[in-house]
């Protein structure tokens, strides 16, 4: 299986926040200025559209980890109760 690229796993995080926000009748969406490519796929951070357009902290949510997408098109939803980047390297970890 090829690797996933950057845009294809940015669709597969859309079609994960279009389902979160879709079950709790908010719409959601990706914050993409805050997207990271790491070594082994990209980490997709989510907020609220009206939060992302407006800025109003009202509407932000509040305990949402981020999406971690691997290369090989794994989607894991990442904690929130911990810094992003120690959820990471303890599923990496995990992995090996």
């Known amino acids: 299986m090829d690797p996933l690229d950057f845009h294809a796993a940015e669709a597969l995080a859309r079609a994960e926040v279009n ?3 879709e079950g709790v009748g908010t719409e959601f969406g990706l ?3 805050r997207t990271l490519a790491v070594e082994s796929g990209w980490v997709f951070f989510f907020n609220t559209v009206e ?3 407006t800025g109003n902290r009202s509407a932000a949510l509040a305990g949402n980890g981020p999406i971690y997408i691997t290369t090989s098109g794994v989607l894991h939803r990442l904690p929130s109760a911990t810094p992003w980047e ?3 390297k303890e ?3 995990q992995a090996t």
Request: aromatic share 6%; net charge negative.
């Open 19 to 21: 389902r979160l926000g």
């Open 31 to 33: 914050m993409t200025d």
């Open 51 to 53: 939060f992302i357009e």
């Open 86 to 88: 120690a959820a990471l």
């Open 91 to 93: 599923l990496q970890d």
